[in-house]
């Protein structure tokens, strides 16, 4: 296994399953504040939707959909119909561990299991800035959306020249270069700047994700892979508050010519 591959494993498909264990094993009630974590605000991902057109019987490919919180809100709230995907095994058995009745599939954002034209609406949530060649991830994109269906992209990207200790199984790109690669593959960027300011995310999101971090720290905190996965996120958060890396949103559409 290449060396940049085990911390990406380790943070988004180890971790994720044993977050999901954890929040099984506390009985919380709601689980999706749970499943969406890293774009953990209901807020956020309402805006999301809306760029998306969601609306019931939507057909909808969530890219690189973790413990599928943002699929499974994406439902229930608007009543689409998502499938999900994500490259970490672990992470997708945690996603079904959370929400049993998910549809969420093993598979690369850069070779989609799916026909062209299967989808509606697509979104990735911080999934780009895990994939070096985004070019190729939009080139699966386009083929898999219809005419006219839109794209939405959250991600980090990087405001500074440089950025010393970066997380290895991050590839921050500059905002510019990174709307060039998803226009290069054949998609029309309708938008692209920062992401909304949502705020801290309401107490009923963020007490049960504390909750859940104590109970991993708990079972697994004297285990190396918890230790690495921890140092990761803690590079991550650096770059964030030291404002080198930043979120940022983009629309996108494949055409219908």
Known sequence: MQSDVIPLDLEFGWHAECVAEAAVGLGLGDLVPIGCRGSGHPLLLAHLAAQIGARPGLRVLDGGSGLG????WLGREYGCSVVGVDLMEGAVRGALRLFPHSLVLVGSLTDLPFGAGAFEAAWTIGSLSTIPDTH???????????PGG????YDFVAVAAALPDAPVANVFQRPQALAARLGAAGLRVLASGPAPYVGPAPAAWREPVLAVDREV????????????AVRERVAFDRLWVGGQ???????LERPCG
């Open 245 to 251: 890396i930043a979120p940022w949103l983009l629309v």
């Open 136 to 146: 190729a991830v939009a080139r699966e994109l386009r083929r898999v959306l219809v």
């Open 150 to 153: 839109r794209l939405a992209v």
């Open 217 to 228: 720290a708990r079972r697994r905190g004297h285990d190396p892979r918890y230790q690495l």
């Open 69 to 72: 919180g943002p699929m499974t």
